[in-house]
């Protein structure tokens, strides 16, 4: 299996802008989760789904965050407008039902100018 | 608010040595608690954990204790190598959280020859 993978890996964006962030996770593996890394806030969840169904959205951190999965191979983090505190690392990662089961994708490094 | 906290934002420690990393946490509801392994460029990977019913785990090199009255945990990597050099995260559960994890700001851990 080729992991959880994300694109694009690097976005660079003026401020404004709609992104929208990719992942195809592990086959087989039914929870998926969206993760911002920051040097203030370290790793945070921001969403996460259990058979494609939104669980959890508490960590989005406003309106202009959405994320979907519209089937079990993949899922979508939308920011609309991107502002330039928006700028991290987001990380996405699926499970297959075990919290020892968490396999990270590389992550996709925002940057909003 | 930060539940998992990782107090030492780096490590420096000699090949040979031994290297421990300290994590605290305040949520007592958390019952599951790992550690993460991540080099530049690459999302987290999972190293070890350990179940609130246990207070010691280990898997080779590393060895992670938790102390419950004190809610603090510490990974212990003996002896340390420089191909442990990366950031190490400390995270956590709580019973039917569907798998989210509450991560620390993480600790980059430097191994010198």
């Known amino acids: 299996d080729a992991g959880v993978i994300q694109s694009p890996r690097h976005e660079v964006t003026e401020m404004g802008q709609e992104v929208t962030l990719r992942c195809k996770p592990i086959?087989?593996?039914?929870?998926l989760f969206w993760y911002r890394q920051t040097m203030m806030r370290g790793l945070e969840l921001l969403i996460y789904?259990?058979?494609?169904?939104?669980?959890?959205d508490s960590g989005m951190p406003e309106d202009r965050f959405s994320a979907k999965m519209p089937n079990a191979s993949f899922s979508t983090l939308k920011i609309q407008p991107s502002e330039p505190r928006d700028s991290a690392v987001y990380f996405c990662?699926?499970?297959?039902?075990?919290?020892?089961?968490?396999?990270f994708g590389s992550g996709t490094r925002l940057t909003v100018v | 608010d930060q539940q998992v906290k990782q107090n030492s934002p780096s490590l420096s420690v000699q090949e040979g040595r031994i290297s421990i990393l300290n994590c605290d946490y305040t949520?007592?509801?958390?019952?599951?608690f790992l550690w993460y392994k991540k080099y530049p460029a690459e999302g987290p990977t999972f190293l070890i954990s350990i179940s609130s019913i246990k207070d010691k785990n280990e898997d080779g090199r590393f060895t992670v204790f938790l102390n419950k009255s004190a809610k603090h945990l510490s990974l212990h990597i003996v002896p340390s190598q420089p191909g442990d050099s990366a950031v190490y995260f400390c995270a956590a559960s709580e019973p039917n959280s569907g798998y989210a994890l509450n991560f620390g700001k993480g600790t980059s851990l430097l191994v010198t020859p």
């Open positions: 990662a699926s499970s297959y039902g075990t919290r020892d089961g968490y396999t």
């Open positions: 086959s087989g593996h039914n929870s």
């Open positions: 949520n007592s509801m958390f019952d599951y």
């Open positions: 789904f259990n058979n494609n169904v939104p669980i959890d």
